[in-house]
């Protein structure tokens, strides 16, 4: 049920779906994996839809060279408190009507399992394939959602997995490989996209509107081009 505050709080929100629709975001847990650039504005928009829990995952602590887009990190976190920590601080201050989970260090095959138990979505914010894969085989043996997205540049791009419903992300990127090279990016590509992946999630546990499943966003921000690929 909720509470006074908390239908005074969601009241632009429960306009849109109701009262069972926040209720559904309150009893759901999300995990961010990856608290950079993406995982910033999902977990910072996750937390103010109300998400009732959200587990945030990653192995890094913030640097200098992070602030221009990482924007739930300070520059009084710097080479100090991990991401997951730094931002936990953060979004507790922000709502605290919500329950904000942590999990330090870098998922592997050996941890998943306990580390993601009980969650119902999982959100790709990371920087490499190699644990995005992870994350897509996890979702497809577990059938839980994946909401996949990726920046470089001025560029993003946005896909919503359904195990039994669309295409699993290997599908999607068969031959996809990771340079480990940096890439440039600017802090507003990674806000919008960021901002499309919260809106799945919520679009996935509110039922409103039409996911991206079997399609995939494509934006260039540098000339306001947003384009959808059917993925069929």
């Known amino acids: 049920m909720l509470g006074e505050r908390e239908l005074e709080r969601y009241d632009r929100q429960i306009m849109i779906f109701g009262k069972e629709g926040q209720e559904k975001l309150k009893r759901s847990k999300?995990?961010?994996?990856?608290?950079?650039?993406?995982?910033?504005?999902?977990?910072?928009y996750l937390a103010a839809a109300g998400i009732g829990t959200l587990l945030l995952i990653d192995e890094q602590k913030p640097e200098l060279s992070n602030l221009n887009r990482q924007i739930l990190?300070?520059?009084?976190?710097?080479?100090?408190?991990?991401?997951?920590?730094s931002a936990r601080w953060k979004l507790e201050r922000f709502n605290s009507d919500i329950k904000i989970e942590t999990f330090v260090g870098r998922l592997t095959?050996?941890?998943?399992?306990?580390?993601?138990?009980?969650?119902?979505?999982?959100?790709?914010?990371?920087?490499?394939?190699?644990?995005?894969?992870?994350?897509?085989?996890?979702?497809?043996?577990?059938?839980?959602?994946?909401v996949h997205g990726a920046v470089e540049g001025t560029f993003g791009q946005v896909t919503t997995i359904v195990?039994?419903?669309?295409?699993?992300?290997?599908?999607?990127?068969?031959?996809?490989?990771?340079?480990?090279?940096?890439?440039?990016?600017?802090?507003?590509?990674?806000?919008?996209?960021?901002?499309?992946?919260?809106?799945e999630v919520v679009k996935l546990l509110t039922g409103i509107g039409e996911p991206l499943l079997n399609r995939l966003l494509i934006v260039d921000l540098a000339f306001n081009t947003f384009d959808v690929v059917e993925l069929r």
């Open 73 to 85: 990190h300070w520059e009084e976190d710097i080479g100090k408190n991990p991401k997951p920590e």
């Open 163 to 199: 195990p039994g419903i669309t295409k699993s992300l290997r599908e999607i990127f068969p031959k996809v490989k990771d340079s480990g090279e940096k890439f440039p990016i600017i802090g507003a590509t990674a806000g919008v996209v960021g901002s499309i992946q919260a809106m």
């Open 30 to 44: 999300v995990a961010v994996v990856g608290v950079g650039g993406l995982g910033s504005p999902v977990a910072y």
């Open 109 to 146: 095959g050996e941890n998943i399992d306990g580390v993601l138990d009980g969650v119902d979505i999982i959100v790709d914010c990371l920087d490499n394939f190699e644990t995005r894969f992870l994350l897509d085989d996890y979702s497809q043996r577990k059938r839980i959602p994946l």
